[in-house]
């Protein structure tokens, strides 16, 4: 396994290893029993209960990192698009990514996603971008049962990335 990351992934997975937790089998969780976030919906292939945090992070980088482009991004936007990517899904980050730049909301993270990032001062699209998040949130089916938690999760991660907004 890879263990050599960026030091942006790293700085993120360990916030969303964090947020994620250890071993949970909430019978409301449509992805079932999770460890390190990682669902058994997802990955029926693992055995959940003996996942270990290293084989968690390969599949953080490979499954949710690496389509979200992390490296490509000011480190306080990847955090705030990883987390959505890990817990809304990789499609719904890019296309609430491309939304909140002004590009063409294709699910494709390319180049002019990339061009309208660059000419947005950082703080208008993570501020912008975890508003995106929120209303996405509300119209969740599981709103009800998990909404409040998932709003606090917002918050702290808009607070760790609004930290490290350059100067």
């Known amino acids: 396994m890879n263990t050599e990351y960026s030091d942006s992934f790293d700085y993120c997975v360990n916030l969303i290893l964090k947020e994620e937790g250890g071993y949970v089998d909430n019978k409301q969780d449509p992805g079932g029993k999770t460890r390190f976030g990682i669902s058994q919906r997802q990955y029926p292939y693992l055995d959940i209960a003996t996942l270990t945090e290293e084989a968690a992070r390969e599949i953080y980088h490979m499954d ?98 609004a930290r490290i907004i350059p100067a």
């Open 64 to 161: 949710y990192w690496t389509p979200v482009r992390g490296d490509d991004l000011p480190k306080p936007v990847a955090l705030c698009v990883f987390d959505c990517a890990v817990n809304q899904g990789v499609g719904s980050a890019v296309r609430l990514l491309q939304g909140t730049v002004g590009a063409d909301v294709d699910g494709q993270l390319g180049p002019q996603t990339m061009l309208f990032l660059k000419q947005r001062p950082v703080i208008d699209v993570v501020n912008n971008f975890m508003a995106d998040r929120s209303l996405k949130y509300s119209r969740t089916p599981n709103y009800d049962a998990f909404g409040k938690g998932w709003t606090r999760r917002l918050f702290r991660i808009h607070t760790h990335a």
